[in-house]
Nanobody, 124 residues
Framework: QVQLVESGGGLVQAGGSLRLSCAAS????????MGWFRQAPGKEREFVGR????????YYADFVKGRFTISRDNPKNTASLQMTDLKPEDTGVYYC?????????????????WGQGTQVTVSS
């Protein structure tokens, strides 16, 4: 299995930027597609974006398109989520997750491995 650790969260003003990182250890990182999810207080965890194992296919939730960018560096066993033009509604705990298997998925139940999450707070 793979272990995931997120970092880079924090407090930022609206319109600001943050870069989240996800460090992987354990099994071969390039075997896994990666996803980013977030969970606001009192809400269900929701899909933010995903990237396939080669980094060639990316997909984003509509509410982050044009603002967030996912990338990965397989030799360094890391995935990243660059967030710009942050809004107060982006506040929440952000999680990276890994999955194996064919095809692409934005369904959180298809991701087997999760990090502990990192808090992002956007003030207005």
């Amino acid at each position: 299995q793979v272990q995931l650790v997120e970092s880079g969260g924090g407090l930022v003003q609206a319109g600001g930027s943050l870069r989240l990182s996800c460090a992987a250890s354990g099994r071969t990182f390039s075997n896994y597609a990666m996803g980013w999810f977030r969970q606001a207080p009192g809400k269900e965890r929701e899909f933010v974006g995903r990237i396939n194992w080669t980094g060639t296919i990316k997909y984003y939730a509509d509410f982050v398109k044009g603002r967030f960018t996912i990338s990965r560096d397989n030799p360094k066993n890391t995935a990243s989520l660059q967030m710009t033009d942050l809004k107060p509604e982006d506040t929440g705990v952000y999680y990276c997750a890994a999955r194996t298997g064919a095809g692409e998925s934005s369904d959180r139940t298809s991701y087997s491995y999760w990090g502990q999450g990192t808090q992002v707070t956007v003030s207005s």
